[in-house]
């Protein structure tokens, strides 16, 4: 077995222990081939818990401060984060945005599977915000089919506020492939508007969340 998929079987185990954790529609990630999973953002917590309870290897953004802080406990974050295949990205800086985009289409053209959330970042409140379209960008531009994802009760795990996890039952719902055809780059942005609508109302029906018609931002001076 190796590291990466050590790690993550550690993860999944503590995940399964401590949470009890209900996780339904594992037959909808593909057993081969690029895909994207696409999913509501409620904790800090929720690219580790995707990247260990999912079926294969799912690569998500992680902020670049992770992968180069100092001493032995900025090492070991750094090979954790790298076990589950997090990609370092700086944030709040276009350039790195676009960078980060094409970094998953390389990963999708190669097979891999990656990690998106339409919303761009946690949802303080609970509602599921407008999406964003890089999603649907993604998904025309690589004829990857795209996984909608439902993330219930991991904001009790690590709300936006707390320092420290903390056990507590929560879900994971994988709903049915969505495939968009493969257009390419040359796709319009009509196209994309309605790939990325048809990604959140998935969204949306496997969680319940009361919907926001317009786009979540951090708290100024977070991500």
């Known amino acids: 077995m190796s590291t990466s998929q050590s790690v993550r079987s550690f993860v999944a185990g503590t995940l399964c222990v401590s949470c009890r954790p209900q996780v339904v529609g594992l037959e909808n990630v593909p057993e081969q081939g690029p895909f994207i999973l696409a999913s509501n953002h409620l904790s800090f917590l929720d690219s580790v818990i995707l990247q260990a309870l999912s079926p294969r290897m799912v690569h998500f953004f992680a902020k670049a401060e992770y992968f180069t802080q100092p001493g032995l406990k900025g090492r070991a974050m750094k090979r954790f984060f790298d076990a589950v295949g997090s990609i370092p990205v700086q944030r709040g800086e276009q350039a790195a ?3 980060a985009l094409e970094d998953l289409v390389a990963l999708l053209e190669a097979g891999s599977g990656v990690g998106i959330y339409p919303e761009g970042t946690r949802s303080r409140d609970g509602r599921l915000y407008r999406g964003r379209t890089g999603v649907g960008w993604l998904a025309l531009t690589t004829g990857a089919p795209v996984v909608p ?4 009760g991991t904001q009790r795990l690590q709300g936006p506020d707390d320092a420290w996890p903390r056990p507590h039952r929560f879900s994971v719902t994988f709903g049915e492939p969505l495939d968009f055809g493969h257009p390419g780059r040359r796709h319009t942005l009509p196209r994309r508007r309605e790939a990325t609508v048809a990604v959140m109302d998935a969204i949306a029906a496997l ?12 708290p100024v001076g977070r991500g």
């Open 97 to 99: 945005s676009v960078q």
């Open 149 to 152: 994802v439902g993330l219930a």
């Open 207 to 218: 969680t319940g969340q009361e919907r926001v018609d317009s786009y979540n931002a951090p």
